[in-house]
């Protein structure tokens, strides 16, 4: 049976299914197998699991274990339960904003323009040069721009990823999420201008880490993990010294790695010390970073990834926090591949944040032949739709690549 625990319950003997903890590149641990001994026990502590599954079918049992399906059931009520809400979390009446194609064209070429910016600011640093902070205000600008108009054009966009270009795409997207989720909450302007730079700065310090660990599709040594965690000294290093960025700014590379229970890097700070920003920048990264394929995992559905959150809720990131990302982005995120009545697949391309079971959605796709349809835009919420979402579907298990469809 697969019991989640916790690491002071893990012992020598157990078999460990998974560490619960994909934001960590899991070249720098296998994620599964038995422990052998205490010091293995103490690694994955250091790597800051703190609760991780157990198969007690091929190893050493934990009686007081939860069974994996209890952990589900707590996902799955959550889930429930946000899915019925009438949320109003920085809700927007539909009709009095442009629809998702209208903005399209924009979105791209700022989309496009943001990760442009990321990519001449590392030219920069290489050749000695400082970090341009007009060109990450302006570039924070016009995307905050086009999340005004409608946000769901830039989020579509930053679901299609290219090979090779984790870093600069993760780092846009990271601002755009901050923005979404500060501009749902309803903070200040001012604020959510500083947050959208400081996502799209965040882990910039990532240039200095040579790229053969970056990189590397097999397993990081102990030393090239610390390495890696250097990013973030690194990344307040190039921050430090660059003139006109804004506290909130700067401090969103300094504590997006912490994490509430102690457990993150670099300092390892206790709760009271880390910000709502660093809070809210934890979630969107972490978002963000399991979303991805990677050399060393393959990305979870958005929808997945939401209820990974909930789980890491528990010790890692501030649950309200994450309910109200999730009531943001919806339970049914733009990227979700869901089933609808009828034998029909879509993609959702709007979320409905106030009914959120009646998203809008880019219907492709036939079950039941299993065959690719004619694309057609379908609005849940219209009188006349005949659909509803029945499931959630795993593009990979049904070997459909939805980005075109996004
Ligand atoms: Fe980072």
Same mark, same amino acid.
């Given at each position: 049976?697969?019991?989640?625990?916790?690491?002071?319950?893990?012992?020598?003997?157990?078999?460990?299914?998974?560490?619960?903890?994909?934001?960590?590149?899991?070249?720098?641990?296998?994620?599964?197998?038995?422990?052998?001994?205490?010091?293995?026990?103490?690694?994955?502590?250091?790597?800051?699991?703190?609760?991780?599954?157990?198969?007690?079918?091929?190893?050493?049992?934990?009686?007081?274990?939860?069974?994996?399906?209890?952990?589900?059931?707590?996902?799955?009520?959550?889930?429930?339960?946000?899915?019925?809400?009438?949320?109003?979390?920085?809700?927007?009446?539909?009709?009095?904003?442009?629809?998702?194609?209208?903005?399209?064209?924009?979105?791209?070429?700022?989309?496009?323009?943001?990760?442009?910016?990321?990519?001449?600011?590392?030219?920069?640093?290489?050749?000695?040069?400082?970090?341009?902070?007009?060109?990450?205000?302006?570039?924070?600008?016009?995307?905050?721009?086009?999340?005004?108009?409608?946000?769901?054009?830039?989020?579509?966009?930053?679901?299609?990823?290219?090979?090779?270009?984790?870093?600069?795409?993760?780092?846009?997207?990271?601002?755009?999420?901050?923005?979404?989720?500060?501009?749902?909450?309803?903070?200040?302007?001012?604020?959510?201008?500083?947050?959208?730079?400081?996502?799209?700065?965040?882990?910039?310090?990532?240039?200095?880490?040579?790229?053969?660990?970056?990189?590397?599709?097999?397993?990081?040594?102990?030393?090239?993990?610390?390495?890696?965690?250097?990013?973030?000294?690194?990344?307040?290093?190039?921050?430090?010294?660059?003139?006109?960025?804004?506290?909130?700014?700067?401090?969103?590379?300094?504590?997006?790695?912490?994490?509430?229970?102690?457990?993150?890097?670099?300092?390892?700070?206790?709760?009271?010390?880390?910000?709502?920003?660093?809070?809210?920048?934890?979630?969107?990264?972490?978002?963000?970073?399991?979303?991805?394929?990677?050399?060393?995992?393959?990305?979870?559905?958005?929808?997945?990834?939401?209820?990974?959150?909930?789980?890491?809720?528990?010790?890692?990131?501030?649950?309200?926090?994450?309910?109200?990302?999730?009531?943001?982005?919806?339970?049914?995120?733009? &990227?979700?591949?869901?089933?609808?009545? &009828?034998?029909?697949?879509?993609?959702?391309?709007?979320?409905?944040?106030?009914?959120?079971?009646?998203?809008?959605?880019?219907?492709?796709?036939?079950?039941?032949?299993?065959?690719?349809?004619?694309?057609?835009?379908?609005?849940?919420?219209?009188?006349?739709?005949?659909?509803?979402?029945?499931?959630?579907?795993?593009?990979?298990?049904?070997?459909?690549?939805?980005?075109?469809?996004?």
């Amino acid at each position: 049976m697969i019991k989640k625990i916790s690491i002071d319950q893990l012992l020598p003997g157990m078999y460990v299914a998974d560490l619960n903890n994909q934001w960590v590149p899991s070249k720098n641990a296998s994620r599964s197998g038995v422990v052998k001994t205490q010091a293995i026990i103490e690694k994955i502590r250091a790597l800051g699991v703190t609760e991780l599954f157990i198969d007690s079918d091929k190893g050493v049992d934990c009686t007081d274990g939860k069974s994996a399906d209890s952990v589900k059931q707590l996902q799955a009520s959550q889930f429930n339960s946000l899915s019925v809400q009438s949320g109003t979390l920085g809700a927007v009446q539909r009709s009095s904003r442009p629809t998702v194609t209208q903005e399209r064209d924009r979105a791209e070429k700022r989309y496009s323009a943001a990760k442009d910016m990321i990519g001449s600011i590392i030219e920069d640093i290489k050749t000695g040069k400082g970090v341009n902070a007009d060109a990450v205000d302006n570039t924070a600008s016009d995307l905050i721009e086009s999340l005004n108009a409608n946000e769901n054009a830039l989020t579509c966009l930053s679901f299609i990823r290219t090979k090779d270009e984790y870093l600069l795409e993760h780092s846009v997207n990271v601002g755009l999420l901050l923005g979404i989720f500060a501009k749902a909450r309803r903070m200040d302007d001012t604020i959510i201008h500083q947050l959208v730079a400081g996502g799209l700065l965040h882990d910039i310090g990532k240039i200095l880490v040579p790229t053969e660990i970056l990189n590397k599709p097999g397993k990081l040594e102990p030393e090239e993990w610390d390495e890696m965690k250097r990013h973030v000294t690194y990344g307040e290093q190039i921050l430090d010294v660059t003139a006109g960025l804004s506290d909130i700014t700067r401090s969103i590379c300094s504590i997006h790695h912490e994490r509430l229970d102690g457990s993150g890097y670099p300092r390892n700070l206790p709760a009271k010390k880390i910000t709502i920003y660093g809070r809210m920048a934890a979630i969107c990264d972490v978002f963000d970073a399991v979303t991805a394929d990677r050399v060393y995992h393959i990305g979870m559905g958005p929808n997945d990834a939401l209820k990974k959150l909930i789980e890491w809720s528990i010790f890692h990131l501030d649950k309200d926090l994450v309910y109200d990302f999730i009531r943001c982005l919806s339970v049914y995120p733009v &990227g979700t591949l869901v089933e609808l009545s &009828g034998g029909r697949a879509a993609v959702i391309i709007e979320p409905n944040r106030r009914q959120p079971k009646l998203p809008v959605v880019r219907l492709f796709y036939s079950t039941k032949q299993q065959r690719l349809l004619t694309p057609e835009i379908i609005d849940l919420a219209s009188k006349d739709c005949a659909y509803e979402i029945i499931n959630t579907l795993d593009s990979r298990q049904l070997g459909i690549d939805i980005r075109p469809f996004l």
